[in-house]
């Protein structure tokens, strides 16, 4: 008796990182909405289910894409004249996934596993180890020309990633692009699992009745850009400080490929972590732990993708199916194309 017909998808370790999290993320929600008593809601779900199934539709896309011969040029279809510009949307598409990771923790999620903030554990922690709360201890510099430098290089943050990245895809082997990503993708994973464990609002509302200098500066576009942030951003996520977390691991990568590259970022790194404190959004110990992370997840992630880049899944399809897939073959659908040509 012959065995089903199955189709392999060449999984991405990227993929493979976003789905644990969003599985995750899940049965997280499964188990402590039981827990509670509450009625697990469409809500809870409206990210992840959306998010799982197009990461699966996108490998699925792929196989019909590199399941098909490259014809001759004077013979190219609409399939053929999509195939380099579907492989530059597959190796950018962790960027999108890595955004539904962060908006999947939107609302209470970040509540589920412990049901009260821990600012005041954070705060302890900022006063035992370093014997001060830095943003409060940073009123003494505070200026409108450094606020605005600061909310500039708080924006960095956005522009950082993708620069050294595009650097390492126009410039650098294609090896070395993945990597960047694949550390992203578990950084990403580990910091977003510290929203869940360790849920903060941040001093900017728990030491608010201590500041004693505002944080004004003249340029309006920069209060535009901390507004923007704001509005953007879940509404715990402090712990450890992603901001952090993601430049230096973002540095790492640019010191390894260049070290001119490196030295340009260095001046916009090191002021987007002051920016963290004197911006008022993290604790001391929220950096300390993103710096701590970062180079972790750097060998993590680069190890992960050299053992395992491309994950083989099988996926069982039926057998009338599978004869009319580009490019598959298999001993159940050879076994039935014989039966048909003896017939």
Excluded at 52 to 62: D, F, G, Q
Excluded at 74 to 87: H, M
Excluded at 138 to 145: A, C, E, H, T
Excluded at 221 to 244: K, L, T
Aim: glycine share 6%; aromatic share 16%; charged share 15%.
């Amino acid at each position: 008796m012959s065995s089903s017909p199955r189709l392999t998808l060449q999984l991405r370790l990227e993929d493979a990182v976003a789905l644990a999290f969003f599985l995750l993320n899940l049965l997280l929600r499964i188990i402590f909405r039981g827990l509670e008593g509450g009625n697990f809601s469409p809500a809870d779900v409206l990210i992840i289910i959306p998010a799982v199934t197009l990461l699966i539709a996108k490998e699925l896309v792929h196989y019909f894409f590199s399941a098909r011969p490259e014809p001759a040029v004077a013979n190219q279809g609409p399939w053929d004249f999509a195939r380099p510009f579907w492989g530059i949307i597959r190796d950018w598409f962790p960027f999108l996934i890595i955004l539904l990771m962060y908006y999947s923790l939107w609302g209470d999620a970040t509540l589920l596993m412990v049901t009260k903030d821990r600012d005041p554990i954070l705060i302890a922690l900022d006063q035992r180890i370093f014997g001060f709360q830095a943003s409060i201890v940073l009123q003494r510099i505070i200026s409108p020309g450094l606020t605005a430098w600061m909310a500039f290089a708080y924006f960095f943050h956005i522009i950082n990633i993708p620069l050294v990245a595009c650097f390492l895809y126009i410039r650098r082997d294609h090896a070395r692009f993945r990597e960047m990503m694949s550390g992203l993708m578990v950084v990403s994973f580990l910091g977003l699992l510290g929203y869940l464990l360790v849920p903060a609002i941040g001093p900017m509302y728990t030491l608010r009745t201590q500041y004693t200098v505002p944080l004004h500066q003249s340029m309006w576009v920069f209060d535009r850009e901390v507004d923007f942030m704001d509005f953007a951003r879940i509404r715990r996520d402090v712990f450890p400080s992603m901001h952090v977390a993601i430049s230096f691991l973002v540095w790492l990568y640019a010191y390894r490929n260049s070290k001119k590259l490196f030295w340009i970022l260095s001046p916009f790194i090191l002021s987007l972590w002051l920016s963290t404190l004197y911006l008022r959004y993290h604790y001391l110990v929220d950096v300390a732990a993103g710096l701590a992370l970062a180079p972790f997840c750097y060998w993590l992630g680069n190890r992960l993708f050299r053992s395992f880049g491309e994950i083989p899944v099988s996926i069982t399809v039926p057998r009338g199916l599978a004869e009319h897939l580009p490019g598959f073959s298999g001993p159940a659908v050879e076994e039935s194309r014989e039966v048909e040509g003896r017939r």
